[in-house]
């Protein structure tokens, strides 16, 4: 590819992040050996969800997922993440997706609460804590087949 082309091919990318810029985050669907889901309470929103976040230029979703899992929950995944569905979450803004994944982890050590997460911890599917979000139940429904997978978060 000539120089001439390389510098077009970037201009275009340049105007798309612009133009059409999308933001992009990982959650997964995290349960250790006994079954159980692994679930966070942030600081900064109400409800229990499941783990995950950004995923910043320059990282794949699957980097971001570990990541994510390491740091909110010192969680290791154990064998291959599954992706299982992208969503558009409008509820975040008009350009943000997530990609779910469905994990199989480890806890390599509890997590202490801090700033960004004040509880977490590991639930039986039939006695998940008061206050878990909608779209976390909404997840394990799809999950488990009870209901298609949906577009919107």
Same mark, same amino acid.
């Given at each position: ?75 290791? &995944? ?19 997706? &997530? ?55």
């Amino acid at each position: 590819m000539s120089w001439k082309s390389k510098l077009l091919m970037r201009f275009v990318h340049v105007y798309f992040a612009f133009a059409r810029g999308m933001t992009m985050g990982v959650r997964a669907a995290c349960f250790d050996a006994s079954g159980r889901i692994f679930l966070v309470r942030h600081s900064y929103v109400p409800g229990w969800h499941m783990p995950g976040g950004g995923v910043e230029r320059n990282e794949t979703a699957e980097a971001a997922l570990v990541k994510e899992l390491r740091e909110e929950g010192n969680l290791r &995944v154990v064998g291959q993440a599954q992706l299982f569905h992208v969503y558009y979450n409008q509820s975040a803004s008009r350009r943000d997706h &997530v990609v779910f994944y469905r994990v199989d982890v480890e806890q390599t050590a509890p997590r202490t609460p801090d700033r960004e997460i004040v509880e977490c911890g590991f639930f039986a599917l039939d006695a998940l804590p008061d206050g878990t979000t909608d779209a976390t139940r909404r997840r394990l429904r799809e999950l488990n087949g009870d209901e298609p997978a949906a577009h919107y978060w």
